[in-house]
């Protein structure tokens, strides 16, 4: 029995470490396909471009795998990015003198205080995940409104330091994927070898028998939207950074893109499953696709469709994929 339960572990995770093969074996086709259109793709300026675009992409997606993996879901980071990015950028173009650091701390603890709201309307509140972040990705949007007065912040309303987060080097490498890079350790060590990154793969198994087994479910739960709303703080002040701009409806709708990414990824919609360098793989594959699609001269029109279509493939490959793994598993249980 222990010889074939041993089989069925390992045939599950060759398939997982094909999946995830494939998904980099299809972003080389693609490069080299994108490549032979149009020679200026895959030069260096082109490829920093990319990695630069895919940072915040990326951050987020890392938070948004630990949620999804307990079964749940976050809408409002895009609207938490919107309002820990406007406060930020507010406090710099008041205080010009601001240090960049500080204005980083104070747009993580803007989307600290969004997760914690969150993790406490779920974990203690029992509100479902989707209701929560629903309504709140509405009432964040609508107070990045009421604390700007529906103006925005300009590029010359920003000191230097400021915009030099996002366009400053750290060794040679642009600070936005510096700072990207930071977080795929840290978070790579925390999923892979921590105990409460194995909690939190427990209890998106099976939340029952987590808590059978003593986990504290609540805890885990606040604790990944806690992690969620830092990460998208953190990712507001880059975002503002980046495009020297804060406005009300900064990235609006962008929780989708960080969410197709996670599933490109790997990460199961039903909880319990996905990888950091999945969710990493997913979102390079989607900015390459936001990169490449106007390159080849494909119409805005064509690509979103396009996009939609990989993502829909994604999907319906990771049902499989799972269902497949399930099947192996049972067979090798004795009954």
Same mark, same amino acid.
């Given at each position: 029995m222990?010889?074939? #339960?041993?089989?069925?572990?390992? /045939?599950?995770?060759?398939? %997982?470490?094909?999946?995830?093969?494939?998904? !980099?074996?299809?972003?080389?086709?693609?490069? #080299?396909?994108?490549?032979?259109? /149009?020679?200026?793709?895959? %030069?260096?300026?082109?490829?920093?471009?990319? !990695?630069?675009?895919?940072a915040i992409l990326s951050i987020l997606s890392v938070g948004m795998m630990m949620i999804i993996i307990t079964r749940g879901i976050d809408l409002s980071i895009g609207s938490s990015l919107a309002l820990a990015g406007m406060i930020s950028a507010l406090a710099v173009s008041k205080y010009q003198n601001l240090s960049p650091f500080v204005a980083i701390l104070i747009g993580v603890a803007v989307g600290l205080a969004c997760g914690v709201i969150n993790g406490l309307l779920i974990s203690k509140g029992g509100v479902f995940p989707i209701i929560t972040t629903l309504g709140m990705m509405n009432a964040y949007r609508g107070l990045t409104y009421i604390i700007s007065g529906g103006r925005w912040v300009s590029a010359h309303q920003m000191p230097a330091s400021f915009k030099a987060i996002a366009t400053g080097k750290i060794l040679g490498i642009n600070n936005l994927v510096f700072i990207a890079v930071i977080v795929y350790v840290v978070f790579y060590y925390f999923i892979n070898y921590t105990r409460t990154g194995r909690k939190i793969y427990a209890v998106g198994s099976n939340p029952e028998s987590a808590k059978v087994s003593g986990i504290n479910n609540e805890r885990i739960l606040f604790m990944v939207y806690t992690i969620m709303g830092a990460l998208a703080g953190l990712a507001g002040v880059m975002w503002v950074s980046k495009f020297a701009s804060a406005q009300g409806d900064t990235a609006s709708g962008y929780e989708m893109n960080v969410i197709a990414a996670c599933v490109l990824g790997g990460v199961s919609i039903d909880g319990g499953s996905g990888k950091v360098s999945g969710v990493v793989l997913g979102s390079l594959l989607f900015g390459m696709l936001e990169n490449a699609l106007p390159m080849i001269n494909v119409s805005p029109f064509w690509q979103k469709a396009l996009q939609g279509v990989i993502i829909l493939v994604a999907v319906i490959v990771n049902v499989l994929v799972k269902r497949s793994v399930d099947r192996k598993n049972l067979m090798g249980r004795k009954i």
């Open positions: 222990t010889r074939k #339960v041993k089989s069925g572990i390992l /045939n599950g995770k060759s398939i %997982t470490e094909f999946r995830e093969l494939g998904l !980099l074996i299809f972003i080389i086709i693609l490069s #080299v396909s994108v490549q032979l259109r /149009n020679p200026e793709f895959l %030069t260096l300026e082109n490829i920093n471009d990319m !990695l630069t675009n895919t």
